[in-house]
């Protein structure tokens, strides 16, 4: 099920505080798939989506649990999941025990390993433990806290080195938890390596600490942030001819900008003639900063300088002109709000869906864009400069006389079964055989799910891709007003 998103910023908080979502021992940092025994996982309740935050002290909680291999197609595709649970069951083999205030522990047992556990035959590499902490009917799911299933990565008897503080949360692609400083704070560091190594600590490019034949190492003084913008922890690992590295990236914000946006501009992506510059316009109030995250030049879906916007003078409103775009090129984006909360913006007239997209078939909808998988999770929107345009033919078109309608609703989806536009333009002549002179289609934008009758919308100026693209859309209508049918 695609998730909702959020659009009114101004009541919407997170709350963080130290320590980790999901902790691991035996061993506490490397686990390796085919020697590690005894395996056990620890939720702390408080962390991520905080959905089992104060569930109480009950054995009511369980894990949906699997593996990512070198057989997954995809970060959502487990493989080997236990039991095939399902979110109606409450098998035994997969009850969490409650280990204290909200938190819960889950051990694979003292005579598994983890390819064991799972039953990953031989030849076949387990690179990540996939998991959720739920309860026993499902209703309660705990995830990250940007809603995406949490990972622990598997290592081999390989070199491998991790930044252990600050703390990471368990996406697929680890990140950082939300790191909150301002110029002249300090931050601590600690990395460790799984076998004895020489190991550095970097800091925005700066050697601060290096230990010889150590597998533990933090930084003696911790490092004092010195200037805004991208903040860059790094740390090396080297045994013998081998070298590894591990890096955090974290955004300081600078001095916020207070400036009115300029005249004219309305909510959401305003384009500019040229093709090369468009300017963005978000309200949201109470709050402290909201930088542009995605593929544009120089962003790569980190906050930066470069893509910090702007606050209206009344505290309202961002606003940010973004130029040097290319004309005619897809970019996906988001806003990052206060450093930990991603959403796109509500009047984007595409986006991309991480939940629904992999189930459009191409034929459907040709050339889509691929989600940017390990960057953010959510949906993503889509600005185009210079979008492909559609010209309209229909010039003479008189609407029916609305005291003589005979209007046909259809579903799109079940209507006909390639559920397109290109279909239905195929079908157009039978409508008009019926007499039918005016046809009321279900809701046709972006709504939850792509099996729906629309009426869960989300995104009320994107036509839904799953009937293909907008500009096949255009056209039938087009043939419609040519035939004098309204839509």
């Known amino acids: 099920m695609k998730k909702l998103s959020v659009f009114i910023l101004a009541v919407f908080s997170l709350q963080f505080s130290s320590g980790q979502l999901l902790t691991w021992s035996n061993p506490s940092t490397f686990p390796v798939d085919d020697s590690t025994k005894n395996f056990t996982i620890t939720l702390d309740a408080t962390k991520g989506n905080a959905a089992l935050k104060n569930y109480g002290a009950t054995s009511d909680v369980y894990v949906h649990i699997g593996v990512i291999t070198s057989a997954s197609t995809s970060s959502s595709n487990w493989r080997y999941v236990k039991y095939n649970q399902n979110f109606t069951q409450t098998n035994p083999g997969l009850n969490a025990a409650y280990a204290g205030t909200n938190k819960w522990s889950f051990a694979f047992g003292s005579t598994n390993t983890i390819r ?76 460790k390596s799984n076998i004895s190594a020489t190991l550095q600590l970097y800091f925005n490019g700066t050697l601060i600490q290096s230990a010889s034949s150590a597998t533990t190492i933090t930084a003696a003084t911790s490092p004092t942030i010195t200037t805004s913008g991208t903040q860059v922890i790094i740390l090396k690992a080297t045994a013998g001819a081998s070298t590894v590295s591990d890096t955090v990236t974290f955004y300081v914000a600078g001095t916020v900008t207070t400036a009115n946006p300029p005249a004219g501009i309305r909510d959401g992506i305003n384009y500019e003639p040229g093709d090369t510059s468009v300017t963005f316009l978000l309200y949201a109030p109470y709050k402290t900063r909201v930088c542009i995250i995605g593929d544009m030049p120089g962003s790569n879906w980190l906050e930066t300088a470069t893509y910090q916007m702007k606050k209206s003078v009344d505290g309202n409103y961002w606003w940010l002109r973004v130029t040097g775009l290319t004309p005619g090129q897809e970019y996906s984006f988001q806003y990052m709000v206060d450093g930990s909360l991603a959403v796109t913006d509500p009047y984007v007239e595409k986006i991309l869906d991480p939940w629904n997209d992999p189930y459009i078939d191409a034929s459907t909808y040709p050339s889509l864009k691929a989600y940017p998988t390990g960057y953010t999770t959510g949906v993503v929107g889509i600005f185009q400069t210079r979008a492909p345009s559609y010209t309209w033919t229909a010039s003479s078109y008189t609407r029916p006389d609305k005291r003589n309608l005979i209007v046909y609703e259809l579903l799109l989806r079940d209507f006909v079964a390639k559920h397109d536009w290109k279909t239905m333009v195929d079908t157009l002549n039978y409508l008009k055989t019926l007499g039918v002179n005016a046809i009321q289609f279900m809701p046709i934008n972006e709504f939850e799910g792509n099996n729906s009758w629309g009426y869960n919308p989300d995104f009320y100026f994107a036509v839904d891709k799953y009937y293909g693209p907008a500009n096949d859309f255009k056209r039938f209508v087009d043939l419609c007003h040519a035939n004098g049918i309204a839509v």
Do not use: W
């Open 116 to 191: 064991a556990f799972f039953g990953v035959p031989a030849g076949e590499t387990i690179y990540k433990i996939a998991l959720l902490f739920r309860s026993g009917n499902g209703s309660i799911v705990h995830r990250n806290t940007d809603g995406s299933d949490m990972y622990i990565p598997i290592y081999t008897s390989a070199l491998a080195a991790t930044i252990t503080d600050p703390f990471k949360q368990p996406t697929y692609v680890p990140k950082s938890e939300p790191i909150s400083k301002v110029v002249g704070n300090t931050i601590a560091i600690t990395g």
